[in-house]
């Protein structure tokens, strides 16, 4: 294994790129705010301190939407929307969609009654279920019948569940009064482009007034109408989040410019995801070698565009089928054969219930992160690091090293510890034993990391971690994330003044490519 | 009656059922199929074929050799 991972590999090919971008960010910070330090860090993680309290109430127990909340709260999606209606170069509508759904898994198509039946045996189950989405697998829109339909079910039968869609927005203009008249107060435009040139490398067609239209007018349309879509969408309250694929070489710069559009046009939140493209999912884009950005490109594009705009970066790219918290996929327990079997007893007092429960432990975890801060009121330093932790939600330092299925990523400085995204891994650990090539993954996947925070590590990971100059730590074993990220943080420096440990510049790191892997 | 769907190659998205102006697509033990009955190759609705334009996957709407071309009524051409 001590040959295999040379991190030096990714910034010799795209240290011209990165450059590039690095340039970009410079030029467009100007226009963001830059002062703005609770603004800055909001990703919609920080609570009402810096978000209106009505915009707080649509976003607090809306994973998909607050940072903060998807530690505590779980969202489905119900595939009842298999037609699209443009064609993208990063899908493959044989497999599904390789970015907006996860590939190689056949979604189960549901209707809308089938679709309604399971939304109550989910959120029975599990009370912390808060949001119904229809996300495909095709587009929402292209199928407006079955999609309004299952929101009218759902909204009879569970009030309390908050609905959002996800479209392309080619037919958005036509929907948004009916998406307005159902209460959906939550929907998400993948918008890629606002330059058609752009835009006629990623679309190669749509199907617009019964003809399918190519090239640079087939995207000047579509650009036409997403953004269209998404002025009458906020202009009725509606929160808008925008999807954007990474794909360097063709929209990674220009990204800038969609920030711009879509800010400018009143999105609240604005989810910039990076290209999925192996071979094997047969896309245009894997099939043609197009990469997907590394670990290093994301967050330097992502930290590019926060300024006034949210920007998310805890989006999974889940399945249009998934069921659980982000990061988990329960959707295997609810497949339509165990679902038209099960009892089902909606009870939303019960859920209110376990609701409020979750509400406290979010306070105390808020508290417990506040009072740490104000012991590093006092310090002064530039230094900031990444740390990886393994956690099952709850906002705690709760998962064993080897069974992580992914690392959450935060950026630790003086002004506290900020969430910057996450890193999906192999499930290292299966059987208790460990594999090597599979350490070898994960290592690759938080190289930019100066510390990995576990609840539990074997010996023999821990040596090959501290061996990659990555250091386990598992003395926070249970305890919430933050406060014990920013109590490491303040003996890191410590540590790094007393000259017991040298503060070095970590290198980039690997986006796992390819399907969930599910056990 | 003349447009057919490869099943191996249809994924069942069911975009042209609801294109298709005379009904003539179902779906049919998993896959869709188009009625040959109905179908008119949508001469005298659209200029092109609406289950070729919409379908995801090239070449699975296609032309069925094993039947007559579609006549429109009034032996226009």
């Given at each position: 294994m001590e040959e295999a991972f040379q991190p030096n590999e990714f910034e010799a090919a795209n240290a011209d790129q990165l450059g590039d971008l690095l340039q970009k960010i410079a030029d467009h910070?100007?226009?963001?705010?830059?002062?703005?330090s609770g603004k800055a860090s909001c990703g919609t993680s920080a609570g009402p301190a810096d978000m209106a309290p009505e915009v707080w109430e649509k976003v607090k127990n809306h994973p998909c939407y607050s940072e903060e909340a998807h530690h505590h709260y779980a969202r489905m999606h119900v595939a009842v929307a298999p037609a699209c209606n443009i064609q993208c170069n990063y899908c493959n509508r044989k497999y599904d969609c390789a970015n907006e759904s996860r590939p190689g898994v056949v979604s189960e198509k549901l209707t809308p009654e089938q679709a309604a039946k399971k939304v109550l045996a989910v959120a029975s189950t599990i009370p912390q279920m808060t949001v119904l989405g229809i996300a495909g697998p095709g587009d929402p829109l292209a199928n407006p019948a079955k999609t309004f339909k299952t929101f009218e079910l759902i909204s009879k039968t569970a009030p309390d569940i908050k609905l959002c869609l996800s479209t392309n927005g080619l037919a958005l203009p036509d929907h948004v009064d009916t998406i307005a008249s159902f209460n959906v107060d939550h929907v998400t435009i993948t918008i890629n482009m606002t330059d058609p040139q752009v835009g006629a490398e990623i679309y190669p067609w749509i199907f617009w007034k019964n003809k399918r239209v190519t090239g640079v007018e087939a995207a000047k349309i579509l650009t036409d109408r997403q953004l269209q879509g998404l002025e009458m969408l906020t202009e009725r309250g509606i929160l808008c989040k925008v999807n954007s694929v990474m794909i360097p070489g063709v929209n990674d710069q220009h990204l800038v410019e969609v920030n711009k559009a879509v800010k400018s046009r009143g999105a609240f939140l604005h989810n910039i995801m990076p290209l999925i493209s192996a071979p094997e999912h047969g896309t245009v884009f894997g099939l043609n070698g197009q990469r997907g950005p590394s670990a290093q490109e994301l967050k330097a594009l992502q930290d590019s565009c926060e300024g006034e705009m949210n920007m998310m970066r805890h989006c999974r790219q889940c399945r249009a089928d998934a069921v659980g918290l982000?990061?988990?996929?329960?959707?295997a327990e609810f497949t339509t054969d165990k679902i038209m079997e099960m009892e089902v007893k909606y009870d939303i007092d019960a859920r209110q219930a376990y609701q409020n429960k979750v509400e406290e432990e979010r306070m105390a975890k808020v508290e417990a992160k506040n009072a740490e801060l104000q012991t590093l009121a006092g310090e002064a330093s530039d230094v900031s690091i990444l740390i990886a932790v393994a956690t099952k939600g709850s906002g705690r330092v709760n998962e064993h090293f080897g069974h992580a299925k992914e690392f959450q990523i935060y950026e630790l400085s003086t002004k506290g510890a900020k969430f910057v995204g996450h890193r999906r891994v192999d499930?290292?650990?299966?059987?208790?034993y460990g594999d090597e090539d599979s350490l070898e993954t994960v290592i690759r996947a938080i190289n930019d990391c100066a510390a990995v925070f576990v609840a539990k590590i074997g010996g023999c990971p821990k040596d090959q971690l501290i061996a990659a100059g990555i250091e386990p730590v598992d003395q926070y074993a249970f305890e919430f994330i933050e406060q014990s990220a920013i109590a490491y943080f303040k003996d890191y420096l410590g540590r790094v003044n007393r000259g017991d440990i040298q503060h070095v510049v970590r290198g980039d790191a690997d986006i796992r490519q390819g399907a969930f892997i599910e056990v | 009656m003349t447009y057919k769907i490869v099943a191996s190659q249809c994924t069942s998205c069911s975009a042209c059922e609801a294109e298709c102006p005379n009904v003539a697509i179902s779906e049919k033990g998993g896959t869709f199929v188009i009625n040959p009955k109905k179908c008119t190759e949508c001469i005298g609705y659209f200029d092109v074929p609406q289950c070729v334009a919409v379908c995801p996957v090239d070449n699975t709407c296609v032309i069925d050799n094993s039947l007559p071309r579609y006549q429109p009524a009034g032996g226009a051409a």
């Open positions: 910070k100007g226009c963001g705010t830059s002062g703005g982000l990061g988990e996929d329960r959707s499930l290292y650990c299966q059987g208790g | -």
